[in-house]
């Protein structure tokens, strides 16, 4: 079994035949765009080779191609594979990727080619693996890429909330917390109470401790935050005494 490595030296041989002028069969190269919906928050798509992805975002993909310049398409992130075949005279193909990421951002390279075949397709499916493979076989004449391979780097980050005030009267008797996306959506977040399920949603209000303070933290979802530029963090206190103190922060979501 060969695996992505392999398949990428193969497609640059490719591409340059193409350059040279020796494509077989007589076709034209095709031309190719990649494109993605995580940058703008109005839909459309944008064709930058960097773009950000919220932790567990499902990010939707669109390949274009010259319409009959590919009867599949191969694509993934990393050295995961997928393969489909192209509807004849199709010129585009979308798909949906979801990211991960830890306390730290973590990057993913997304690609896609798209590919002729020359007799048989050179990718085949393990049931077993639930995995796609490059395995052409040694009589048959290679699949051709009809053109570059198109890449996208996508960084996957997510945020940590976290705000420390002065306790005043003792433990608060209320905490609000609001998330306002440039949108100008309005996100409400409820406190998640002692004893409740880790899996349960909510920011976590501990203290106050020995110096008087307390704090909140909570870790925003993707749907809980801009899907570009920066997400307002809006935290009321209604302490003990029974003032109120209202704390406005803004968090980076590009």
């Known amino acids: ?6 398949h990428a030296v193969i497609c640059w041989l490719a591409v340059g035949l193409l350059a040279a002028g020796v494509f077989t069969s007589g076709c034209a190269p095709a031309h190719a765009v990649l494109w993605a919906d995580t940058a703008l928050p109005d839909g459309r798509f944008s064709a930058a080779r960097h773009q950000w992805a919220y ?72 049931k077993n693996e639930k995995k796609w493979y ?5 009589d048959d004449a290679r699949d ?4 570059p391979e198109q890449r996208m780097r996508i960084t996957c980050y997510r945020r940590e909330i976290s705000t420390t005030f002065k306790a005043r009267g003792g433990r608060p008797r209320r905490v609000t917390m609001t998330l306002v996306k440039g949108v100008g959506e309005h996100v409400a977040i409820v406190e998640q109470r002692p004893g409740a399920s ?15 303070e ?3 933290s909570y870790s925003p979802l993707y749907n809980e935050v801009s899907r570009a530029g920066t997400t307002q963090v ?21």
């Open 55 to 126: 932790d567990g975002e499902p990010v939707l993909f669109e390949l274009q191609v010259t319409p009959g310049g590919a009867n599949y398409i191969v694509f993934g992130k990393d050295d995961e594979a997928s393969v489909v075949d192209m509807e004849e005279g199709r010129g585009q193909f979308r798909w949906t990727l979801v990211f991960q990421a830890g306390h730290e951002p973590q990057d993913y390279e997304v690609f896609a080619v798209p590919y002729l075949i020359r007799e048989a397709r050179d990718w085949i499916y393990d």
């Open 198 to 212: 880790p899996a349960g949603r909510g920011f976590l209000l501990v203290g106050p401790n020995e110096k008087g």
């Open 214 to 216: 307390c704090g909140v």
């Open 134 to 138: 490059f395995y052409p076989p040694r």
């Open 1 to 6: 079994m060969i695996h992505r490595t392999a």
């Open 234 to 254: 809006e935290v009321v206190v209604e302490h003990g005494d029974g003032s109120l103190e209202r704390m406005v922060e803004q968090i980076d979501t590009p």
């Open 144 to 147: 051709v890429p009809t053109a």
